[in-house]
């Protein structure tokens, strides 16, 4: 999502970051049926009809891959390359999967739900099909939905047609997508996406943490317009109002602050509600850039949890969760007159 | 575009390749116009709903970068590193612009158009609006349109909202998104990205010839699943049908093939016949893979006109132009027993 798209409330169709792990499957959505099954005593196999015929329920939610940011990290793990656009908030239309579990009846025993995709790769020498779980008490939770439609639209191939998870608050992994299958099981998934991809470690070997919720992360409008090799920014001297969005997946934005001198002084932006408990918030400051010169302009969100966005960045073996702030480099110099311009930028 | 999407005629909404030169703009509808002026008798300012309201066609076109298959050249010149993905069809709904010119009654003098877009940036030390122009005589054609909706939505703020240029055939620059203007002039037009980029130079600082027209290509949907990390393609050995799509700015596609042994062997493909006259046509072919082993599938195309793909590449300074052959590695080896694959690719 270029960054001049947090503009929008609600980003139009097309903007929304994308992540396609494999490749995106071809669907034939006359045969298609989610399977409902493992420790439950009543599975079910349902088709779109009867997924569409259930309670509806749209919901604004705030994607981020938990690779965002990954290529501001030095050294570079390989990876997608994001530099902190990937990123979108959409209004998703589907059922709640809750009362779906509810109607399967999980045996005593179960524990965790594991969502398969129909996306088909090999990745750390392990053939397989996409797949991550949740604890059943997470996959419960009433914003938790099979999504048929985003933005009032059935979901393109690229977003998981014809059905797709979406579990609020989490990264990306999280929210899989051409969804075949869900099993109730009785121990914690050992999958590769699970078990060995998506942890924060610093260590080859280490356990790590497991990448769950959203940190939260403040973007900006870069202000200006670009040049077109080195995307530096060139403002005319103005007094310009920044905005931008926040989000966290772990509570409520509760402060975005703002800097002009690369994180030496900062000043309380304004902020606007958010669309809903799981989207991002708009926010606004007003910078006064009538003085010439070179710019380096920050964001940083703070969460009502207390988690704040730290200034440099937490460096891991895949690049996971990089939320240091956000770095816009702007140009103030008259308009018009080129040669103000430097040279090396151009 | 990811190149699985090779299976839809039309693509989906939010796989057509972008090329974003400089930011989007935000377009406020209820305002605009466009103006036709210049070299003209009758200037016009016409609103959304004149334009809106003039005789409609809709057309399926193949768009492409001129960058497409950049990242392929050795060494890689710097700018937009496409592999091979830079392509798309849609069908665009507008106006055409030739009755337009003719009411604005281009002087004697008159020989090319300027198109004038929203989007502002720097390159090559110019502060410019994007812009480019045409010989009046190729502006005029019938199926050069001013284009307001894509695939039957109206324009999504990236495809160019809220009207665009179509010139089918042509390569992507030629394609002015967020129109502000059309300039009729009676000199050749020197803007940055008329005169100075786009040109096909082997040497810096020489002459260079202009990009216009796309020269064929034929891409492939790469068979069986990929590796995460490499994409090379894996597949159980079997018997499938490879397929893929061809076009060219330069006249119909005559012929497809296909080559399993890097380009040593060459069968023909089956052609479909293409949507319309500026779109691609769908090609198969029956590929033993039964076999296990490591082949390099290729695809090229050749047009009426006499343009054939090259198997090597044209090497550039701005990367431009590069058809040279797809190829598209592809280990058949039995499935399930993952020792069997490379321990490189894992």
């Known amino acids: 999502m270029p960054l001049e798209a947090l503009r929008y409330d609600i980003t139009p169709a097309g903007l929304h970051y994308l992540l396609i792990h494999f490749d995106i499957p071809a669907v034939d ?24 015929a259930r309670p509806s ?11 965002n940011g990954r290529a501001r990290l030095s050294p570079r793990p390989q990876s997608q390359p994001w530099l902190g656009e990937a990123v979108g908030t959409a209004e998703w239309t589907g059922t709640a999967l809750g009362p779906i579990l509810d109607e399967a009846a999980p045996e005593q025993e179960a524990i965790d739900a594991v969502f398969t995709g129909m996306d088909r790769g090999i990745q750390g020498g392990v053939d397989q099909l996409y797949e991550r779980s949740l604890p059943l008490d997470v996959a419960r939770r009433e914003e938790v939905l099979l999504v048929y439609a985003i933005n009032g639209e059935p979901l393109p191939p690229q977003h998981g ?51 769950t919720r959203i940190l939260p992360r403040a973007l900006m409008v870069p202000p ?4 077109f090799m080195s995307r530096t920014r060139f403002l005319n001297p103005s007094v310009v109002t920044v905005e931008g969005r926040a989000w966290s997946g772990r509570g409520e934005i509760v402060k975005v602050e703002f800097s002009h001198d690369g994180g030496a002084t900062w000043s309380a932006a304004t902020l606007e509600p958010a669309l809903s408990p799981h989207s991002w918030c708009r926010w606004t400051i007003r910078w006064d850039a009538t003085a010439s010169g070179e710019y380096e302009l920050c964001a940083r969100a703070a969460d009502a949890a207390g988690n704040v966005q730290p200034l440099d960045q937490s460096w891991n073996l895949e690049g996971v969760q990089n939320n240091a702030v956000q770095r816009v480099r702007v140009v103030v110099a008259a308009g018009g007159d080129q040669t103000q311009l430097p040279a090396d930028s151009l």
């Not at 749209?58 to 938990?66: F, G, P, W, Y």
């Not at 914690?188 to 356990?207: L, M, P, S, T, W």
């Not at 200006?224 to 040049?227: E, H, I, K, L, S």
């Open 29 to 52: 959505a006359a045969t298609y049926h989610l399977s409902v099954g493992g420790r439950v005593r009543n599975p079910l196999s349902l088709t779109l009809a009867e997924i569409n």
């Open 57 to 67: 329920t749209t919901l604004a939610v705030t994607l981020e891959c938990a690779g």
């Open 161 to 211: 047609f014809p059905l797709r998870l979406i579990v609020p608050g989490w990264y990306g992994m999280t929210q899989v997508k051409w969804l075949r299958s869900v099993t109730v099981t009785d121990h914690e998934f050992e999958g590769y996406q699970q078990a060995k991809a998506y942890h924060f470690r610093r260590v080859d070997g280490d356990a790590g943490d497991p990448v």
């Open 224 to 227: 200006g317009v670009p040049d």
